[in-house]
Structures are given as C-alpha cells and as structure tokens.
C-alpha cells in the first residue's frame, strides 16, 4: 500500500519533471523529514523524452491494430492485454480483496476512484475514476485510439471477476479518449 511519504515522493518526482524542484523539494523535506535528490533537468528531461517516444510508439501500434485486425479481433486483443496488465496488480491489490468487493471499492475511492456504486440487488457495480486523464500510462492523449479503452475493459473484467469470484461483463459508459471529461465504467455480475 501506498504511504503518505511515499505518495508525497512520487508526487514530488512528478512535479519535478515540470522544473519546479525547490519547492517541491522544500516542501516535500517538511512533510517527510527527508529531503529529496536534487533533480536533475538533464535527466528528466531524457526520461520525458523517452515516455512520450513509447507513448507515441504504442499509439501508432493501436492505430496498426486498428488498419490491420477486424474490430472483433483487435477487441478481443486488447481485453486480453487489459487482463494481462490486471494480473500485475494481483499480489499488491486484488488478491487482499478476494470476496470483499466493499474493501476494494473503498480502497479505490481512497485513491483513484471519484465515485463506486455496488447494488447488490441489480449485480451491478459503477465506477468512476477520479481522472482528469486516462490512467494508463501508455497512453497519449490525442494520439492514443478510442479502441484502446477495450484494454480497460479487460482489466475491469478481469479485476472484478477475480474479486467477486464470478464473471462480470464491462461496459463503457464515458471515456476521456472517446472525448468526455472522465471514465465511468459499469459492471454486471454475470
């Protein structure tokens, strides 16, 4: 689980990337006792370079999926991909959860989650994600396909199911790379 020290950190990192180190720094050394590694602009500017290179690199292979596959194809893909990228958060995440679909949504609104409903009743489950950009970090938006929100899909299904300990269907209510402000997702337990 992420701690408070550990949240201010990466957050301080991320901030740092932008050029405003010694604030971040000095605030960062109040709030945990330990100051931060001086940044340094030469690298971080090399390690932007590089994430925007692989963003951009995997728009342009879901554009190719999308040129190349039929649609029920490259769907089927990239729900695959989404399961595979749920099973690496198993052992750190959804494996606490198993059968406590209350915990995880909790947990989920402690950190990236705006709002969760579970109606028990209905077998269904609506979530949206706090945003305001798409969570994953391969993606580049404005570059990025909408078919890349069935990799989501696949990683809520997964993610879900795996927690519920029965299948749910995911659907996709709105998507920031389908043009909306946030993601919401509804799942129904099969």
């Known amino acids: 689980m992420l701690t408070r020290k550990d949240f201010i950190r990466t957050c301080a990192t991320a901030i740092c990337a932008t050029g405003l180190c010694t604030a971040v720094e000095t605030s960062a050394a109040q709030t ?8 340094d602009p030469a690298e971080l500017s090399n390690e932007k370079s590089r994430r925007d290179a692989a963003q951009l690199r995997f728009a342009r292979l879901i554009e190719t999926l999308e040129q190349r596959l039929p649609a029920e194809d490259r769907r089927q893909v990239l729900h695959v991909l989404g399961g595979k990228c749920a099973d690496t958060y198993r052992a750190t ?3 606490r959860y198993l059968g406590d679909i209350r915990g995880f949504l909790d947990e989920g609104l ?9 109606n028990e009743t209905a077998g269904t489950i609506r979530v949206v994600d706090k945003g305001p950009s798409c969570s ?10 909408a078919s890349f929100c069935d990799c ?3 990683w809520q299904e997964a993610t879900y199911s795996t927690i519920l300990g029965r299948p749910v269907k995911a659907e996709l209510e709105e998507s920031i790379l389908r043009g909306n402000r946030r993601c ?7």
Do not use: F, N
Not at 110 to 118: F, I, L, P, Q, S
Not at 136 to 145: F, N, R
């Open 136 to 145: 994953c970090p391969m993606v580049k938006v404005g570059e990025t396909p």
């Open 152 to 154: 989501t899909l696949g």
């Open 184 to 190: 919401v997702y509804r799942m129904t337990i099969l």
């Open 110 to 118: 402690r950190h990236w989650m705006a709002e969760a409903d579970y």
């Open 93 to 95: 995440l959804i494996d």
């Open 32 to 39: 945990t006792g330990t100051p931060l590694q001086s940044c």
